[in-house]
């Protein structure tokens, strides 16, 4: 099966000091945009009130570890406020963020679960940081993930594997000792300086013809913990049917674009109209339309032979002839 590789680049930089700069996790909650997952949203904050709160409003006591920081800091300020630490932080967080997390009841959503496992990435990485290295990932586009390796100035980092779940639905790659070598779970590999892993999802067809790319989880095994990335189904419209659909898209902008054009006449005529019908005539015993002001009861006189249509009856006029007094309003 033909499949196509993610690009990626490593840069080797030299380590400012025996701890890696753990700002670098920060950045991951920034890959939740690739699933349309505000840091604002219900999704993420649900997830980190769920992670780091309890039902009472206050911190979790098993939520005092490494991490902390980062999410903190990718949470809402109107939800903090003013604070010296991160414990104090999360506290203001639980105890104002309570009240909405109760103020209906809500139901576990799709977004949730990706916004978790991300939290659970973020804590991850903060606890490889901490042990002076570097484990990190972008998320290029929906179908690929890129790990970054580090090591510290007094830290090495092994690869022990990389273990996907399904098994056959991502297929990983990288370069060891200058050649491009596919990891698995039996890879072992010692991170000389840096090391870059891609790995691409492999979709699987459906009846439809769309290509579904199913639910995928993929562990990095270190010698300094387990790193691992959840990335959400998603799907890919063969050529053909993005083709129709875009084809389809055209057509209804096109026909969009001509019914604009359709109105922007017709409201036109209608000023007209309204321009020119200044005045019109109803029953002297009801009110003007909406919009239109009374200016009193007028008399015409009509045949006696047509006055079954008057609009007011009135007296007689003289032989054949009657009066009739409708109500004439203006616009």
């Not at 349309?36 to 780091?52: K, T, W």
């Not at 920081?69 to 109107?78: F, L, N, R, S, Y």
């Not at 991300?118 to 179908?143: K, W, Y």
Request: aromatic share 10%.
């Amino acid at each position: 099966m033909k499949r196509n590789l993610a690009v990626f680049f490593c840069l080797s930089l030299p380590a400012a000091s025996t701890f890696a700069d753990v700002n670098s996790c920060l950045s991951l909650a920034s890959t939740l945009k690739e699933y349309n997952i505000s840091n604002q949203s219900s999704a993420f904050l649900n997830s980190a009130y769920d992670q780091y709160c309890d039902q009472s409003g206050n911190t979790k006591s098993t939520s005092a570890g490494i991490g902390l920081d980062m999410v903190i800091k990718a949470i809402p300020i109107k939800f903090t406020g003013n604070y010296s630490s991160s414990a104090e932080a999360f506290k203001n967080f639980c105890r104002n963020y309570s009240s909405v997390a109760t103020a209906s009841e809500r139901k576990f959503s799709y977004e949730e679960k990706i916004a978790t496992k991300s939290l659970e990435t973020i804590e991850a990485c903060q606890r490889i940081a901490a042990l002076g290295a570097t484990v990190t990932h972008e998320i290029p586009n929906m179908r690929a993930v890129t790990f970054f390796l580090q090591n510290g100035n007094a830290t090495k980092l092994e690869v022990r594997g990389v273990f996907p779940t399904p098994n056959d639905g991502v297929v990983c790659e990288g370069q060891i000792d200058g050649q491009l070598k596919t990891f698995s779970k039996e890879t072992f590999a010692k991170v000389e300086s840096t090391q870059g892993i891609s790995c691409e999802r492999v979709s699987k067809s459906s009846p439809s013809g769309v290509g579904v790319f199913e639910e995928q989880v993929i562990t990095l095994a270190t010698n300094l913990g387990n790193y691992s990335v959840f990335l959400p189904q998603d799907e890919k419209l063969p050529l053909e049917m993005a083709q129709n659909i875009s084809s389809r898209i055209d057509k209804l902008e096109n026909e969009g674009s001509a019914l604009s054009s359709k109105t922007t006449t017709l409201e036109s005529d209608l000023a007209q109209e309204k321009a020119s019908l200044r005045y019109i005539f109803v029953e002297n015993s009801v009110n003007c339309p909406q919009g239109w002001n009374s200016q009193g009861v007028i008399g015409w006189i009509m045949r006696d032979s047509d006055y079954a249509n008057n609009v007011g009856n009135g007296g007689r006029f003289n032989t054949g002839w009657t009066w009739t007094h409708p109500k004439l309003c203006k616009r």
